[in-house]
């Protein structure tokens, strides 16, 4: 039975969808501070759009400085009793938050599709790995141990204890799952935790702070929204929150390291953008690498994952077969409402994304890129923020279109014939999140896997995350692994007891 129909009698249609979403946004929206549903102290709220009819969908709470204040001492006092529980206790909110997430899974999928634009089909897989991963960090909660050390003959050993209040700042474009699975970790190593989701998709956050307020004691976990940098500043800057994970774009994570040392020595974890090299051998299939150029560079949310192989260095021999196959597997796509059950992609988050990479798509054809597939708005559609998967040859390591994170739907695709040089573009930029090679040569792909300056690398497959395997990125792409027992163990902070004899 797949989840998000478990209690649903019939399977979800564009009507029955739409019907949903009416009846959840037909509420006020409401901050989650200290336990209690409230407006913005200022009385103010922001609009929330939908990126398909681009119409105001919402207004949520606009939370100050004060607010977030507010919530953070709520947290702090809510730490000591939620420190003390077990972690057999702690699983144990942690499995029965995920089971109520369970049966709501197609509200929050409705939700993310309404105000974030990506499929509502892919925003329930989206709810299924979110809980995977709560379910994963209850089970591992008993894993926050220490060891003994035979120094001397005394007894030396380690304990490992919360921080306290942790700030979890999150981005748009997995709007649910990272609001759910990104507290996991730090509640269930024993921390209170103040989320803020994205200004642009805050409204599953904020419906997962129901349950969260029905299930969870007052005040461990807070849920703030608010337009622009001053809440998330807040957070950062806030003296009681020396722990801060952080999701996000490389400027914002750069500007957070440094306004949290303005403050305080804090222990920030960063998981940054990135700009993402597949690496396609000759002697790979052309099909398989052009299905996985496809699948890795995420078309279905427009392009708009971190993890993306937005870069395709394809070696010259098999680059012109593997663009054929591209452009052949992504004919006849269609563009519909992201509450289609049948959608298979989405709209950008937003105008001002939207119109970021149209003007990358026309400086690089400009600079003399030739178009294989898309190129811009789909001539199909009349609705909504689409840009059609693009895949771009030709492409100059140097242009800004193979070095910047453009976080849409383009590929640039460079071509290569010799393998350091494969190597060294695909080292060249500042980023360091993800790569990819394609080879039946077990060597080949183990010793460019090597050389990859990436925190996780693919060999003959690209997109997919994996429950227990670190992801994280080198250089430019962040600090910290996540998605494994690192993240878990990230929310401790390590204490050496010696007792003498
Ligand atoms: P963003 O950096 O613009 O915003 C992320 C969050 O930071 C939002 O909640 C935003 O309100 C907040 N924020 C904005 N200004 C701030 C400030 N001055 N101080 C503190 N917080 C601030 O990112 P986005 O546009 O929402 O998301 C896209 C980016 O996220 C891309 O770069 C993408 O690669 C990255 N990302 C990384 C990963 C990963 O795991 N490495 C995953 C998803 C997204």
């Known amino acids: 039975m797949s ?3 478990v209690h649903d009698a019939e399977p979800a249609t564009l009507a029955s ?17 200290d336990g209690r549903r409230v407006g913005a102290a200022s009385g103010k709220t922001f609009p929330v759009t939908s990126p398909y009819t681009e119409e105001v969908i919402a207004h949520v709470p606009d939370a100050s400085a004060e607010d977030v204040d507010r919530a953070i001492a709520g947290a702090a006092r809510a730490f000591p009793a939620w420190a003390r529980t077990t972690p057999g206790e702690r699983a144990k909110a942690l499995f029965a938050l995920a089971d109520e997430i369970e049966r709501r899974a197609q509200d929050f999928a409705v939700l993310d599709a309404i105000d974030g634009g990506a499929p509502v089909g892919i925003m329930l897989l989206d709810v299924k790995i979110a809980l ?8 591992l909660a008993m894993e926050t141990k220490g060891y003994t050390v035979p120094a001397s003959t005394n007894l030396h050993f380690t304990e490992l204890q919360p921080y306290g209040v942790v700030g979890k700042i999150i981005p748009f474009n997995h709007p649910f799952m990272f609001a759910a699975s990104k507290i996991a970790a730090p509640l269930a190593a024993g921390n209170t935790v103040v989320l803020k989701p994205a200004e642009a998709t805050p409204l599953s956050a904020l419906l997962l702070a129901d349950l969260v307020q029905e299930i969870l004691p007052p005040g461990v976990v807070q849920v703030v929204v608010g337009d622009g940098p001053e809440a998330p500043q807040a957070i950062v800057r806030s003296r009681l929150v020396r722990r801060i994970g952080f ?13 949290a040392a303005e403050v305080a020595v804090k222990h920030v974890t960063l998981e940054l953008g990135g700009k993402n090299a597949l690496i396609a051998f000759p002697d790979a299939s052309p099909q398989k690498v052009a299905r996985a150029a496809i699948q890795g560079m995420n078309f279905t949310w427009s392009g708009q994952s971190c993890g993306s192989t937005s870069r395709l260095l394809v070696h010259d021999d098999i680059a012109d077969e593997v663009l054929a196959a591209v452009a052949a597997q992504l004919a006849g796509r269609r563009f519909v409402s992201p509450l289609d059950p049948e959608a298979v992609q989405g709209t950008m988050v937003n105008k001002r994304q939207y119109d970021r990479v149209l003007g990358y798509l026309a400086g690089a054809v400009d600079s003399g890129a030739r178009v294989v597939t898309g190129g811009g708005r789909p001539a199909s559609v009349d609705k909504g923020l689409f840009v059609a998967p693009t895949f771009l040859d030709r492409v100059s390591p140097e242009w800004p279109v193979a070095n910047e994170e453009i976080f849409g739907p383009v590929v640039s695709v460079i071509r290569w014939t010799d393998e350091e040089d494969a190597v060294r573009i695909a080292n060249s930029v500042d980023y360091g999140l993800t790569g990819s090679v394609f080879t039946n040569d077990i060597s080949t792909a183990h010793r460019v896997a090597r050389a990859l300056e990436t925190g996780f690398v ?11 395997v670190p992801y994280g990125g080198w250089k430019n792409s962040g600090v910290g692994r996540e998605e494994s027992l690192e993240e878990l163990l990230s929310y401790t902070q390590s204490k050496s007891v010696t007792v003498m004899l």
């Open 247 to 259: 999701t996000g774009s490389e400027q914002v994570g750069r500007f957070i390291q440094r306004s």
């Open 132 to 139: 995977d991963s709560l379910r994963y960090f209850a089970g």
């Open 3 to 5: 989840i998000g129909t």
């Open 458 to 468: 693919w060999i003959n497959g690209a997109g997919p995350h994996f429950q227990g």
């Open 17 to 33: 969808n739409e019907a949903r979403v009416r009846g959840l946004l037909d509420r006020e929206w409401r901050l989650l501070v």
